[in-house]
């Protein structure tokens, strides 16, 4: 039977570690403002639809949480 678990290409895994690493002190920080904290901190350019798809991805497999939008702005949703 074959497994449904596609395989992460290695430039994508990178990114989800370092995204992984931006949030381990348990801040709640909005997906645009985790794009530019990456694109800052690690010097990568990276496009946002490709930076979305894997905060979508970390999140399905259990790795960070969507949290609630701030009232303010329902569009940015913060990620722990």
């Known amino acids: 039977a074959r497994s449904s678990?596609?395989?992460v290409p290695k430039k994508e895994e990178q990114v989800r570690y370092l995204?992984?690493?931006?949030?381990?002190r348990g801040e709640r920080i909005h997906g645009y403002a985790l794009w530019k904290m990456y694109?800052?901190?690690?010097g990568q350019?990276?496009?946002?639809?490709?930076f979305y798809r894997i905060l979508k991805s970390l999140a399905e497999a259990g790795f960070i949480?969507?949290?609630?939008?701030?009232a303010s702005d329902p569009r940015r949703?913060?990620?722990e």
């Open 45 to 50: 350019p990276i496009q946002n639809g490709k």
């Open 5 to 7: 678990v596609r395989p």
């Open 77 to 79: 949703v913060p990620y």
């Open 65 to 70: 949480r969507p949290t609630a939008h701030a």
């Open 39 to 42: 694109e800052r901190r690690f």
């Open 19 to 24: 995204i992984l690493g931006l949030l381990r």
